[in-house]
């Protein structure tokens, strides 16, 4: 069974830093495109990062370049995000879904195109 978790959201003052994990078991990340989205109360949900299949090529939305990365490591079924510099307005439940891709497609941040997702892990900025 095709199955993502997420992990590592927790409370955090402002400036902090959390490292989140999404494992996938049931299927081989080598042929997924993965995204990180993100909804907080009475928001839709949107696109944060994104990485292609092979990892060369990443997205961000415009409010987190520069204080979050994303990697992945296929041996390990495992894409991170590191979020460095959380203010208040990242609070959010944080998911991660898959794409089955083309091995040189891009990552998109559009959440219709993907098809797998994780049940969320969240994320609380606050002093």
């Known amino acids: 069974q095709l199955q993502l978790v997420e992990s590592g959201g927790g409370l955090v003052q402002p400036g902090g830093s959390l490292r989140l994990s999404c494992v996938v078991s049931?299927?081989?990340?080598?042929?997924?495109?993965i995204g990180w989205f993100r909804q907080s109360p009475g928001k839709d949900r949107e696109g944060v990062s994104c990485v292609s299949r092979m990892g060369h090529i990443s997205y961000y939305v415009d409010s987190v370049k520069g204080r979050f990365a994303i990697a992945r490591d296929n041996a390990k079924n495992t894409v991170y995000l590191q979020t460095n510099d959380l203010k208040a307005e990242d609070t959010a439940v944080y998911y991660c879904a898959a794409r089955q891709t083309g091995k040189f497609e891009h990552c998109v941040l559009s959440r219709g195109q993907y098809q797998y997702w994780g049940q969320g892990t969240q994320v609380t900025v606050s002093s």
């Open positions: 049931g299927f081989t990340l080598d042929y997924y495109a």
